[in-house]
């Protein structure tokens, strides 16, 4: 069991030399990495919020926002199916009132032919063994369709996993790095974002539900009746986004943000800040032949039910690239706009109900105390393994040194967050890391006192025999880190990933590197006993 083949000895060596390199960025000041050839690989453990500072806010959904919109949709579904039937299905004006969906089919003889449309249009609820709309038929010819509990539960958790990727698209955008987003209950999501000292962007990019559509202006409308809010049939009165007035526009949209392929901030002929888009190949074609077909009439842009501007077309627009001007922009809020189209629409409102700024200072003085504790656990740690050990705990010593860096390496290594609880797992990791070597040495101690064995074979029945336990013991752990980091969130999850990378390390370097060590000064000096 001592012995050592030439190729496992390098392996052991260069495994630590490997996270050796990968643990220095993270150990020299950012001024100085700086300094170093582009060429050259960064890996560097980030801070997390608590350690980093930072901006934390809890976001929460109106889930009636969810239901209302199932219903909006549905009953656009409705309309259209029945139209494309063969031969066509005529129904009357549908009802939203009460939850639900209620038309009447003119003609009773059209009921069976209205429900088949109807089947294909409802799903099962996840694993309930319900659907997600009940179907029934009132009075014979009257269709109500109401969304089941369970069919409005999905929707709310597909709206809010949904919601929660498009946070996480909109944050990543800034360039921020390892932003923590998570869902907390059934409504809320927890965002994260160390290093972001204004909460305010934050809030002012996720707020942003950015629906964008584009609509055709009611010329039609009386402007007096506009001014009061009301709209001939099949329009609209939306207020402009800089608060100068109202509008009519046509209820039907032209173009909507799902067929946007890309928006950036860019600037107009006069230098002021605006947003192009670039729409996708059905997009392209579409917002050609509208304007194609409506030269010289006005044309509103919205988001989020506000009306940014509304340009006359001048001419027919054929290159899938649009413009949005005269929004009154700054190149923040341009930019915002842009990310926010960029990433998508969000399924579901969300509100801001708790917010937080953490200094950077507090999360220096952390580290600051973290280190000082490390540093502390260790030096005691290693006088009083030499002191009990003699030569083996010189061995201990070199592995606790090892492991230290091999934990900073692998976290580099893997991107991982650093955290205060990560802090303490680093902390707890290194005290328990020579627990390997005092099950071994004392094992060592147990064979050559009262087994009177000599030294080699006392050395590798306590290498063998401690080995097992050590192995199932840590296995333990590293299901539990597994646990933590699978179910748990934020800093438990920093706790959990130093944790399982302390593990692996302390037994890689309290089994095999102190048996590497052990085996050299053996075969070098081939002691009949040793004083341990």
Do not use: H
Not at 120 to 125: D, H, L, Q
């Amino acid at each position: 069991m001592l012995d050592f083949p030439k190729w496992k000895v390098w392996l052991v060596w260069a495994t630590i030399a490997f996270c050796t390199l990968l643990a220095v960025p993270s150990l020299v000041p950012e001024s100085a990495r700086a300094k170093w050839p582009g060429w050259i690989p960064q890996p560097v453990i980030n801070l997390g919020l608590d350690l980093a500072g930072g901006s934390y806010i809890l976001l929460e959904a109106d889930t009636k926002d969810v239901a209302n919109a199932r219903i909006e949709g549905m009953r656009e579904q409705i309309q259209t199916e029945m139209r494309r039937a063969t031969p066509r299905i005529a129904i009357g004006d549908i009802s939203t009132r009460d939850g639900q969906l209620s038309f009447v089919v003119r003609d009773s003889s059209q009921v069976d032919a209205a429900r088949e449309r109807l089947l294909p249009m409802t799903t099962g609820a996840g694993m309930t063994g319900q659907r997600d709309w009940d179907i029934s038929v009132v009075d014979t010819n009257r269709f109500v369709m109401k969304p089941t509990t369970a069919g409005i539960t999905q929707a709310i958790d597909t709206a809010m996993n949904d919601a929660r990727e498009i946070v996480g698209k909109r944050i990543n955008a800034l360039g921020t790095r390892e932003p923590n987003i998570v869902r907390e209950g059934s409504n809320r999501i927890v965002v994260e974002v160390p290093g972001l000292k204004d909460p305010e962007q934050l809030k002012a990019l996720i707020g942003k539900t950015a629906k964008l559509e584009f609509k055709l202006v009611d010329l039609a409308a009386n402007p007096q009746d506009v001014q009061r809010g009301q709209a001939p049939i099949g329009s609209q009165v939306l207020p402009y986004a800089n608060g100068g007035g109202a509008i009519a526009v046509k209820r039907s949209t032209v173009i909507s943000g799902d067929q946007i392929a890309d928006a950036k901030q860019t600037y107009d002929q006069n230098g002021q800040p605006d947003v192009t888009l670039t729409f996708n190949g059905e997009g392209g074609r579409r917002f050609a032949r509208v304007t194609q077909e409506n030269v010289g009439k006005p044309f509103a842009i919205i988001v989020d039910n506000q009306v940014i501007s509304a340009p006359n077309i001048n001419q027919a627009i054929l290159g899938g690239v649009a413009t949005i001007s005269g929004g009154g922009f700054t190149v923040e809020t341009a930019n915002e706009l842009a990310i926010a189209l960029r990433s998508g629409k969000l399924p579901v409102d969300l509100k801001v109900v708790q917010e937080s700024s953490i200094s950077a200072e507090l999360g220096q003085d952390s580290i600051d105390k973290g280190i000082l504790a490390g540093v502390v656990g260790s030096v005691a740690l290693i006088i009083f393994m030499i002191a009990t050990y003699l030569r083996f705990g010189i061995y201990t010593t070199a592995a606790l040194l090892v492991n230290a860096i091999m934990i900073l390496g692998l976290m580099a290594l893997f991107n991982a967050t650093l955290t205060l609880p990560g802090i303490a797992g680093f902390v707890l990791t290194i005290g328990a890391a020579v627990d390997a070597n005092v099950l071994i040495n004392e094992r060592i101690r147990e064979e050559q006192r009262i087994r009177s064995r000599a030294a080699l074979p006392a050395v590798e029945v306590g290498y063998k025999e401690a080995s097992r336990a050590i192995f199932d013991a840590n296995l333990t752990n590293v299901i539990s880190a597994v646990i933590m980091f699978v179910f748990g969130s934020g800093p438990v999850r920093g706790f959990a990933v130093v944790l399982a990378i302390g593990i692996v390390t302390s037994v890689f370097t309290g089994v095999t590197f102190t048996r590497l060590l052990v085996a050299g000064w053996l075969k070098r000096n081939r002691p009949k006993s040793i004083n341990i």
